[in-house]
């Protein structure tokens, strides 16, 4: 029982990428989804969240406008689209899966117990 996320890379300033985040041991239907980061000496930061339908998702300030969630239930994944790259991208991402609310998951402390949270993929945005 995991998640797994990858597609992490090396990329130049305005660049793209997609990161996948697929279960195994379980489904994903019935939980949030949410894509966190952290940079090395810097808090963890909720970046995106997907709600169960998959018809909503929430964004950090910090992304809005260039990065896009997405589920896929019939894969028992979910993506994050990353475009207009910028150095302050660069983190480790990683995809967490809550019965809790959107809301409730992107505001979380460093002491929350996830339902699952998945290993890191690190994505680098060199200027």
């Known amino acids: 029982v995991q998640l797994q996320a990858s597609g992490g890379g090396s990329v130049q300033a305005g660049g793209s990428l997609r990161l996948s985040c697929a279960a195994s041991?379980?489904?994903?239907?019935?939980?949030?989804i949410a894509w966190f980061r952290q940079a090395p000496g810097k808090e963890r930061e909720g970046v995106s969240c997907?709600?169960?339908?998959?018809?909503?998702?929430y964004y950090s300030d910090s992304v809005k406008g260039r990065f896009t969630m997405s589920r896929d239930d019939a894969s028992n994944a979910v993506y994050l689209q990353m475009d207009s790259l910028k150095p302050e991208d660069t983190a480790v991402y990683y995809c967490?899966?809550?019965?809790?609310?959107?809301?409730?998951?992107?505001?979380?402390?460093?002491?929350?117990?996830?339902?699952?949270w998945g290993q890191g993929t690190q994505v680098t945005v060199s200027s």
């Open positions: 967490a899966a809550d019965s809790s609310p959107c809301a409730v998951i992107l505001h979380s402390t460093r002491d929350y117990n996830f339902d699952y």
């Open positions: 041991g379980f489904t994903l239907d019935y939980y949030y």
């Open positions: 997907i709600i169960m339908s998959g018809s909503s998702a």
